[in-house]
Nanobody, 123 residues
Framework: QVQLVESGGGLVQPGGSLRLSCAAS????????MGWYRQAPGKERELVAI????????QYAGSVKGRFTISADAVKRTVYLQMDSLKPEDTAVYYC????????????????WGKGTLVTVSS
């Protein structure tokens, strides 16, 4: 089973920056994709950004495009989310998610979630 350890959340003023990180460990045969989601109270969990491990293609939510950057370190099995020009609307719990395979069988493909890290943007 996989373990995801998130860090980097905290309190920041509007216009400031934060960098989130998520380190994966455990029995992983192949990582297919890694991403960040966020959820604010009373709202649905939404996709923020994803990165495809095979192609390195990235996708971003329209609300963060141009301000956030997702990247990954294959050696450390870590995904990052650089957040710049933060807005109060970005306040949420941010969750790391990985799409991975336990072995070579396609039926072993599954997902793992981190516990979440709180990001608060306020003056």
């Amino acid at each position: 089973q996989v373990q995801l350890v998130e860090s980097g959340g905290g309190l920041v003023q509007p216009g400031g920056s934060l960098r989130l990180s998520c380190a994966a460990s455990g029995s992983i045969f192949r990582i297919n994709a890694m991403g960040w989601y966020r959820q604010a109270p009373g709202k649905e969990r939404e996709l923020v950004a994803i990165i495809n491990s095979g192609s390195d293609n990235t996708q971003y939510a329209g609300s963060v495009k141009g301000r956030f950057t997702i990247s990954a370190d294959a050696v450390k099995r870590t995904v990052y989310l650089q957040m710049d020009s933060l807005k109060p609307e970005d306040t949420a719990v941010y969750y790391c998610k990985i799409d991975y395979s336990k072995n070579f069988l396609s039926s072993s493909r599954t997902t793992g979630w981190g516990k979440g890290t709180l990001v608060t943007v306020s003056s």
